[in-house]
């Protein structure tokens, strides 16, 4: 199976950018962020500025900090859904000589999904959230379960609800526990 490459992006030994590829600056114009589809306004800038997730960040800074020492590529599988598309991507991180670190996004698997639950239409105060697991999608359903997106709407009665919760995100244990597995290896 050959995956597609989603995009390209790199950064010199101190975590800065020196170098995104057109997909990236075509992802951001797409998702309204027109300030960083230009290269010359994102060279310089630290790739750790783009991960607001404290977890996320943190696992970032372990995976980069790995790479560098090691000298030997990691990949990190994980879940980006859209509203009419399910996708299986991976990223992969390989040191550069120069101390920095290559990034290459591939998509491995995606199929057609129901379009989820319209989160957006939450009364802007709500005070309710959700924790949706950045890599894998799922969502807290309880303090010790996690499940899809579409198995949230069913247990929270969403559907029927008069207004719905605001999502937040970070990294659910299963996550969690998988990277520590790798991070041991």
């Known amino acids: 199976m050959t995956a597609d490459v989603l995009c390209r992006y790199a950064t010199d030994g101190d975590g800065r950018l020196v170098f995104v590829d057109e997909a990236w600056c075509a992802f951001a114009a797409a998702n309204d962020a027109p300030e960083y589809a230009a290269p010359e306004r994102l060279y310089g800038r630290m790739l750790l500025s783009f991960i607001s997730e404290p977890t996320t960040k943190l696992i970032y800074v372990a995976l980069m900090q790995r790479v560098v020492e090691q000298r030997q590529p990691v990949s990190v599988p994980f879940r980006c859904d859209a509203p009419a598309l399910r996708r299986w991507l991976e990223l992969t991180m390989t040191a550069r000589d120069d101390g920095g670190i290559d990034f290459v996004s591939r998509q491995l698997h995606s199929e057609p999904r129901d379009p989820p639950f319209d989160f957006r239409g939450a009364p802007h105060g709500a005070s309710t959230l959700v924790?949706?697991?950045?890599?894998?999608?799922?969502?807290?359903?309880?303090?010790?379960?996690?499940?899809?997106?579409?198995?949230?709407?069913?247990?929270?009665?969403?559907?029927?609800?008069?207004?719905?919760?605001?999502?937040?995100?970070?990294?659910?244990?299963?996550?969690?526990?998988?990277?520590?597995?790798?991070?041991?290896?």
């Open 131 to 185: 924790r949706m697991c950045s890599w894998c999608k799922n969502v807290e359903l309880s303090p010790d379960t996690w499940g899809t997106a579409e198995e949230a709407v069913r247990a929270f009665g969403l559907f029927g609800a008069a207004s719905v919760p605001q999502v937040t995100h970070g990294i659910c244990p299963p996550c969690v526990a998988r990277f520590e597995l790798d991070l041991r290896r």
